[in-house]
C-alpha cells in the first residue's frame, strides 16, 4: 500500500463502505505507519461523522401538512387525471399549425413554378438559341479535337466512327418542317461535320447558317468514305455550315431513315 | 399462492395481469411496492397516492432542503414533485430504475430549474432556515446544544457552499444514504462519475472543514506514526 493507493480508497474506508478485508487491513496498517495518510484518515473520519449528524438533524423533517392537503384536492379535480391528454392536445394543435403552413407553403412554390413557367416559352422563342446553331457552336470543337486524335489519312479507314451516337440521337428526334405543324416521319442518320480546309473554327463560334443540299455520291470520296460505284451517278444529301464570312466551312452527309 | 379461476385463464399476459390484480387485492395496500402504488394512482385510487405520497415525501422535501437550504423551495419542490407524478406518472420506467430513484430524479429537475430560473443564492443567514434545524433537538444541555447545532450547522453551510453537482452527490449519497448505483439512476450518470465527485466533494469539505478539524483533534491523543517511505 502506498499513500496513492491510500487516497482512492480513503472516502470508501471512512463512510464504511464494504471492502476487500486485505485492502482494508493494509489501509489501516498504512495508516499507522504514515503520519500524513493517518491524519488524513481521522479528518476524513471526522467528516463522515459530521455529515452523518446532520443527516440525522435533519431526518425527523417533513414537508408541511398542507402540501399534502392541497396535493389532495389536485388529485381530487378530474382535470388533473388526464394531464398528459391536454398536453398532447397543445402538440397536436402545434402539429396541425405547423402542417398548414407547410402545406401552403407547398401550393405558393408550385403555383410560382407553374407562372414562371408559362412566362418563359416568350422568353424563350427570343432568347433561346437555335439548336442547330447550338450544334454548331460545339460540334467543331469536338472535330477538332478528332482530327488531333486521328491522322487525315486514317480517316477513310474507319468512317463508322463518325456516327456517334449523340448524332444519331438527335437526328432521330421528331421534327417539325417548315409550315410548324406537321411532324415528320423521317428520321436521318449524318456524319459528324467535316471540316472545308484549315479554317479558323472560331470563326464558327459567331454563328452561321446550315444549308441542306444535294451533291453527287462520288464527292463521298474526297472525303475518305467508301461509296457503292453501282450508284455513284446518284445524289446525296449533305448539310454545309455557311459562316457569317459567306463561305463554306464544313460538310456532313445525310441519310433518310425511317422510323420504325 | 394465488388460486386463478380457470375461466380468468386465456393468454400469457392477461394471466399476468390476473394475478397482479389478484395480488393487489389480497395484500393490503401499505405492503404495496411503490411501483404497484403508482399503478393504482394512475387509474384514480386516492388513497394509494396517499400511501406513496407518506412513504416518499420526507425524503424529497429533504433533499430538496439540503440543496436549496430554503425552506420554501423545498415546500414547492416537493409539491411539484408529486403534482408532477399524478400528471406524468405514466412516464415511469421500471426497468430505468426504483420510483424512488425516479422521484429524486424529478425532485433534482425542479431544484435545479429553480436555481437557473430564480439565480438563487442561498440564503444562508435567512431566520426561516434555522427553524427546521431547531424542532428535532431532543432537548440536551444548553452547551451541548450549542456546540452541536454550531457543528452541524458549520457543515451544513460547507455542503451548501459546494457546486450543484458535488452537492447533490454528497446529499445523494452521505446525507439521504443512497448507494452508487441509486445516486447514478437520480443522476443519470455513471457509477464512476458519482465515485469520483463524491472523493472531490469530501475533498472540497475537508478544505472548508479543516480549521474546525484541526482544533477537535488536537483536542484528541495523537497517533504514534513514522514517515511515509511509500
Same mark, same amino acid.
Given at each position: 500500500m502506498n499513500c496513492q493507493r491510500f487516497e482512492s480508497v480513503v472516502g470508501d474506508l471512512a463512510r464504511g463502505q464494504m471492502m476487500e478485508a486485505d485492502v482494508r487491513s493494509e489501509v489501516l496498517a498504512h495508516t499507522a505507519e504514515c503520519s500524513e495518510c493517518g491524519k488524513r484518515m481521522r479528518h476524513e473520519e471526522l467528516l463522515s461523522q459530521k455529515l452523518r449528524s446532520l443527516a440525522v438533524e435533519m431526518n425527523g423533517l417533513a414537508a408541511p401538512v398542507s402540501i399534502e392537503s392541497d396535493l389532495l384536492k389536485a388529485f381530487r379535480q #378530474?382535470?388533473?387525471? #388526464?394531464a398528459p391528454v391536454v398536453l398532447a392536445n397543445h402538440s397536436y394543435r402545434r402539429y396541425w399549425l405547423t402542417a398548414i403552413a407547410a402545406l401552403l407553403l407547398i401550393v405558393f412554390s408550385v403555383v410560382a413554378v407553374r407562372w414562371r413557367g408559362e412566362r418563359d416559352p416568350k422568353h424563350d422563342a427570343v432568347n433561346r438559341p437555335d439548336p442547330v446553331r447550338n450544334e454548331l457552336a460545339v460540334q467543331p470543337k469536338e472535330e477538332k479535337q478528332e482530327q488531333a486524335a486521328v491522322p487525315?489519312?486514317?480517316?477513310p479507314a474507319k468512317p463508322?466512327?463518325?456516327?456517334?451516337s449523340s448524332s444519331l440521337q438527335a437526328q432521330n428526334r421528331p421534327t417539325r418542317n417548315k409550315n410548324n405543324n406537321v411532324v415528320s416521319n423521317h428520321a436521318e442518320v449524318a456524319t459528324d461535320f467535316i471540316p472545308l480546309?484549315?479554317?479558323?473554327?472560331?470563326?464558327?463560334q459567331e454563328g452561321g447558317q446550315v444549308v441542306r443540299v444535294e451533291v453527287p455520291r462520288s464527292t463521298l470520296v474526297s472525303f475518305g468514305m467508301p461509296v457503292n460505284m453501282d450508284r455513284y451517278n446518284e445524289r446525296v444529301k449533305a448539310d454545309i455550315i455557311v459562316g457569317v464570312d459567306g463561305m463554306a466551312h464544313a460538310i456532313r452527309f445525310v441519310q433518310e431513315k425511317r422510323v420504325q | 399462492m394465488v388460486r386463478i379461476p380457470?375461466?380468468?385463464?386465456?393468454?400469457g399476459y392477461v394471466t399476468r395481469v390476473r394475478i397482479k390484480e389478484s395480488d393487489q387485492q389480497m395484500?393490503?395496500?401499505?405492503?404495496?411496492t411503490d411501483s404497484e402504488l403508482l399503478q393504482l394512482m394512475l387509474s384514480g385510487d386516492e388513497e394509494s397516492f396517499t400511501l406513496l405520497y407518506r412513504r416518499r415525501h420526507g425524503g424529497i422535501y429533504r433533499f430538496a432542503l439540503q440543496m436549496s437550504g430554503s425552506q420554501q423551495i423545498a415546500e414547492d419542490v416537493t409539491h411539484d414533485v408529486f403534482l408532477f407524478l399524478m400528471k406524468d406518472?405514466?412516464?415511469?420506467?421500471?426497468a430505468r430504475g426504483s420510483v424512488s430513484s425516479f422521484l429524486f430524479g424529478v425532485a433534482r429537475n425542479y431544484v435545479l430549474r429553480r436555481f437557473r430560473g430564480?439565480?438563487?443564492?442561498?440564503?444562508?443567514?435567512?431566520d426561516d432556515d434555522q427553524q427546521p434545524f431547531d424542532?428535532?433537538?431532543?432537548?440536551?444541555?444548553p452547551l451541548e446544544v450549542l456546540t452541536r447545532t454550531e457543528t452541524v450547522e458549520n457543515v451544513r453551510r460547507a455542503v451548501l457552499s459546494l457546486p450543484e453537482k458535488y452537492r447533490e452527490v454528497v446529499v445523494l449519497c452521505?446525507?439521504?444514504?443512497?448507494s452508487y448505483i441509486e445516486t447514478a439512476e437520480v443522476l443519470g450518470c455513471a457509477i464512476g462519475t458519482v465515485r469520483s465527485r463524491l472523493h472531490r466533494a469530501r475533498a472540497l469539505l475537508l478544505a472548508k472543514l479543516r480549521p474546525a478539524d484541526e482544533a477537535e483533534l488536537a483536542n484528541s491523543p495523537a497517533v504514534e506514526s513514522a514517515r511515509c517511505f511509500a
Open positions: #378530474p382535470k388533473n387525471v #388526464p487525315k489519312k486514317e480517316q463508322k466512327h463518325r456516327f456517334t480546309g484549315y479554317m479558323s473554327v472560331a470563326s464558327l | 380457470c375461466d380468468r385463464i386465456h393468454t395484500k393490503p395496500k401499505t405492503e404495496l406518472g405514466h412516464v415511469f420506467d421500471p430564480e439565480q438563487a443564492i442561498v440564503p444562508l443567514a435567512d424542532q428535532v433537538t431532543n432537548e440536551p444541555g452521505e446525507l439521504q444514504e443512497m
